[in-house]
């Protein structure tokens, strides 16, 4: 097995000097890692957790500004997910049934609702395109995790071995084009994501995302109706555009910022 790429600063200086001369290369023991994690929500038939994360979003100064958001998400396989939003970023929930997806800005007593394919991959495939929602961990949730996260990989390594939050891991970096990007998985008897960091390279200023998760339950046992919404007489049905800018932050309700 690889010795783990270690973070030295004499390392450091000599990855620096190598790099002109050293082609990325793809490390199978940092692949096989993943597969691992991959194989892992593959195979439970259910399952949730909390997520902590940052997010860099633009702002009409063209300064990039950091917000955090919380949020949890329960899955149920072929076709149901439920997640909820909250923290800097204005409350924002996510209901798909199987039939169709909803998507309710809370505070401002609106949603949207549109008809959906039957199964979470093929729903996936299409939500950002038809309505603008974006899942930012949406490739944990595909029934083949490990397809979706080493398309078009240039690079993998491990980097090494660290704790999140208590939790033994092992850390892993890839490149592919347009992003370079981190994971850390438990490196116990489960394999699962305890955090997940991106750089968007293909984009202006480079912008960040930063996530992490905690409270797995590989044997969630959510009510079916916790996965469909239904509206209270005070909401307004409105266009999935709309209910995405009501979702926003405050500073974004002019369209300095965008989900």
Same mark, same amino acid.
């Given at each position: ?9 004499? $390392? ?23 597969? #691992? ?8 038939? &259910? ?26 998400? =329960? ?27 909803? *998507? ?9 609702? =549109? ?60 490149? *592919? ?13 489960? &394999? ?6 991106? =750089?968007? =390279? ?23 109706? $916790? ?14 555009? *709309? ?8 500073? &974004?309700?002019?369209?300095? &910022?965008? #989900?």
């Amino acid at each position: 097995m690889k010795k783990p790429l270690l973070l030295t600063v004499a $390392s450091l200086l000599l990855i620096g000097s190598l790099r002109a001369e050293t082609p990325a290369a793809i490390d199978p023991n940092a692949l096989s890692l993943l597969k #691992r994690m991959s194989e892992t929500l593959s195979n439970a038939k &259910a399952f949730s957790f909390k997520s902590d994360s940052i997010l860099e979003v633009p702002s009409s100064t063209g300064q990039f500004i950091t917000l955090r958001s919380d949020g949890k998400l =329960t899955l149920e396989r072929p076709n149901k997910i439920l997640s909820t939003r909250g923290g800097d970023l204005a409350p924002f929930d996510f209901y798909y049934d199987g039939s169709a997806v909803t *998507a309710v800005a809370p505070d401002s007593r609106v949603y949207s609702t =549109t008809k959906a394919p039957a199964t979470i991959d093929e729903m996936l495939a299409g939500i950002r395109q038809e309505t603008g929602v974006q899942l930012h961990f949406a490739p944990l949730l595909f029934s083949d995790p490990h397809a979706h996260f080493t398309r078009n990989l240039t690079s993998a390594a491990l980097v090494g071995h660290t704790l999140v939050n208590g939790v033994p891991c092992d850390h892993l970096a890839f490149r *592919a084009p347009g992003v370079n990007w981190e994971i850390w998985i438990s490196s116990g008897r489960v &394999a699962l994501p305890y955090r997940l960091a991106a =750089t968007f =390279t293909d984009r202006q200023n480079l912008p960040r995302k930063f996530v992490e998760f905690s409270r797995w339950n590989l044997h969630s046992r959510p009510w079916t109706s $916790s996965f469909t919404f239904h509206p209270p007489s005070s909401f307004k049905e409105i266009p999935f555009k *709309a209910v995405l800018k009501d979702a926003k932050s405050p500073d &974004a309700k002019n369209g300095e &910022a965008k #989900r």
